[in-house]
DNA sequence: ATGAAAGCGCTAACAC
DNA sequence: GTGTTAGCGCTTTCAT
């Protein structure tokens, strides 16, 4: 176990070169008289030699590794992502640091700041609003965030959120429901924009949306909130959920209050996760291309790594996705 | 975004004291004079000093960080258990380093290899015989599998995988069955101990298993596999598939050929995603405790690094589910 | 094309 | 308690 692995030094001797023509071997830094390269291969491979990242690091400064944050990997819209970002590392030789913040906020900033340190550049997926992010900045790394930000200078990927509800809203208008509800997600940020599109294309109409929380982005979160907005004062016909896990817990618990989906209800959730295909009834959704935000998200850090600057934000355009959850109001 | 970071010999420069006398205090290796004690404090909360991570590793041996190998972040399944695995190390203050390998096993040894260099220890789940992953053992860094073992010398946690389908082919029987299919994944390791443990039941009462492979452990494969299961010249009546996610797929095909789940056709998994209960019907399966496998894995590699050494296996105690996907025979 | 030497930022003896 | 010093394994000028 404990066989501590051939150095440089080794290396060097045993092929009768100087360290410093070992360094530029495995780096393949210039070239070499074909005996010297002869030498230093059969030394390598004899010594099973592997240089030191950590040392190598420690000098050029940089790891080849890339931190991530999300905040629930059990959640399959950041497995996606997480997904989507693994694949463009990969393919450019970069590791993956996964930090899962478990939705703790307080162990956030400690836990950034350390992985900062560990990694050339970071993406990041928080709660934490644009004022209490500043110090982000001060971090020295390249970042990307995980959501549009207005005030801070750091390059980002989302979707159009307040395009995907309003998008939900007309499609459950042109099913000719009236009383529609949202059932959000208030600590997400991006909330509030779910909440302005469903209502703005609801207000076209001369509706409005009632509005109730969850409190957590999760299918028991959903399930537990569901008798709260359905045996209410205000019966909705139809309801936008947050998130697709929502959506999920909401319609299994309607079906254990006898509420049948979608001939008395209509349910819609957002993200497309894999597994609103196979639920009952299938949800009717809409796409937010997660693993290609993880994909780019990965791209957009590794070209400013190679400094190509870009402090924009990119917008992946949601898709309606219509299954068996909606369907005309009865 | 340049602004580099001070060094320990900044903060001992500005407090009035020695490089050894700041990381002593870094390291909270002793006490130390009121005065010093204070400009010490004062120094490092004014230039914001963190201390090199990479640097400090190099000379302990020691990364703080653990490398853990799966096969694809997007089965449920392994998402709960990094959700362990990450849980424990945070705990104790470790970094998960995480490689989604993507089921490609050309790429794993190299992929293993660069990682074990930046990480001081490593949970692996492989597709590798035991006979080629003896290069394991060369690595020099404490070792979990996420599977057992027989001939390696290395702690692993797993689950008693022919007790699993044992106990579901047993509750299909119970329910009347006699005509039982086993889809099956062949490139597991596991998919044998599986495919035993349900013919051992049947065997018992004097009947045989149909094999089939759906050639990917995937809702994606299952879909696919259903009509060859279904429309072959032995139509069971129930199927045990390899895990939750080939079921998810099988039942959302059947149901597409018109057959009924489950009053025509029982359906089982393995995994107890946590997708399968808002599944319709809701999944009948075997929970094996994905998230506690990743946590006593996590365990295991942590009291291995503190000299705890243990080359045993643990094994989970799989647990029949029983929902809606498996009714009696009609 | 190859080598000598000076560090990267830090810790670990060992002095005082 | 605090300081001095010698590296950890490697890259990088700068000679040759």
């Given at each position: 176990?404990?066989?501590?692995?051939?150095?440089?030094?080794?290396?060097?001797?045993?092929?009768?070169?100087?360290?410093?023509?070992?360094?530029?071997?495995?780096?393949?830094?210039?070239?070499?008289?074909?005996?010297?390269?002869?030498?230093?291969?059969?030394?390598?491979?004899?010594?099973?030699?592997?240089?030191?990242?950590?040392?190598?690091?420690?000098?050029?400064?940089?790891?080849?590794?890339?931190?991530?944050?999300?905040?629930?990997?059990?959640?399959?819209?950041?497995?996606?992502?997480?997904k989507?970002?693994?694949?463009?590392?990969?393919?450019?030789?970069?590791?993956?640091?996964?930090?899962?913040?478990?939705?703790?906020?307080?162990?956030?900033?400690?836990?950034?700041?350390?992985?900062?340190?560990?990694v050339?550049?970071l993406?990041?997926?928080?709660?934490?609003?644009?004022?209490?992010?500043?110090w982000?900045?001060?971090?020295?790394?390249?970042?990307?965030?995980?959501?549009?930000?207005?005030?801070?200078?750091?390059p980002?990927?989302?979707?159009d959120?307040?395009?995907?509800?309003?998008?939900?809203?007309?499609?459950?208008?042109?099913?000719?429901?009236?009383?529609?509800?949202?059932?959000?997600?208030?600590?997400?940020?991006?909330?509030?924009?779910?909440?302005?599109?469903?209502r703005e294309?609801l207000?076209?109409?001369?509706?409005?949306?009632?509005?109730?929380?969850?409190?957590?982005?999760?299918?028991?979160?959903?399930?537990?909130?569901?008798?709260?907005?359905?045996?209410?004062?205000?019966?909705?016909?139809?309801?936008?959920?947050?998130?697709?896990?929502?959506?999920?817990?909401?319609?299994?618990?309607?079906?254990?209050?006898?509420?049948?989906?979608?001939?008395?209800?209509?349910?819609?959730?957002?993200?497309?996760?894999?597994?609103?295909?196979?639920?009952?009834?299938?949800?009717?959704?809409?796409?937010?291309?997660?693993?290609?935000?993880?994909?780019?998200?990965?791209?957009?850090?590794?070209?400013?790594?190679?400094?190509?600057?870009?402090?924009?934000?990119?917008?992946?355009?949601?898709?309606?996705?219509?299954?068996?959850?909606?369907?005309?109001?009865?």
């Amino acid at each position: 176990m404990k066989k501590l692995s051939p150095t440089i030094r080794d290396v060097a001797a045993a092929a009768g070169v100087s360290v410093a023509t070992v360094s530029k071997y495995m780096n393949g830094a210039q070239r070499f008289s074909a005996p010297v390269e002869a030498r230093l291969k059969a030394a390598i491979e004899e010594l099973g030699y592997r240089s030191n990242p950590l040392a190598r690091s420690m000098i050029t400064g940089r790891t080849r590794a890339i931190g991530l944050t999300i905040l629930d990997i059990s959640n399959p819209h950041f497995t996606n992502v997480v997904k989507g970002a693994n694949r463009i590392a990969l393919r450019h030789d970069y590791t993956l640091l996964l930090v899962d913040t478990d939705e703790n906020q307080a162990r956030e900033r400690p836990l950034i700041e350390a992985l900062a340190q560990r990694v050339d550049g970071l993406i990041l997926s928080s709660r934490m609003s644009d004022s209490e992010s500043k110090w982000l900045l001060d971090l020295g790394k390249p970042l990307v965030l995980l959501r549009h930000s207005d005030t801070l200078p750091i390059p980002s990927v989302g979707i159009d959120n307040r395009l995907a509800t309003y998008m939900l809203a007309r499609h459950l208008l042109n099913l000719g429901h009236r009383q529609i509800a949202y059932l959000g997600f208030g600590q997400a940020r991006i909330n509030d924009e779910r909440i302005r599109g469903a209502r703005e294309c609801l207000e076209e109409a001369g509706l409005t949306l009632d509005v109730y929380d969850a409190h957590a982005p999760t299918a028991h979160a959903g399930e537990h909130a569901c008798s709260r907005v359905m045996l209410g004062p205000r019966r909705p016909h139809a309801v936008i959920c947050y998130n697709d896990l929502i959506a999920l817990g909401f319609m299994k618990e309607a079906a254990s209050l006898g509420i049948k989906v979608p001939q008395e209800l209509s349910v819609t959730g957002v993200d497309n996760v894999p597994y609103g295909e196979y639920a009952a009834p299938a949800l009717t959704t809409v796409d937010i291309q997660s693993e290609k935000m993880g994909e780019l998200a990965m791209q957009k850090l590794i070209d400013a790594l190679a400094g190509h600057a870009d402090t924009g934000h990119s917008m992946f355009e949601p898709r309606l996705i219509v299954r068996e959850s909606t369907a005309a109001c009865g």
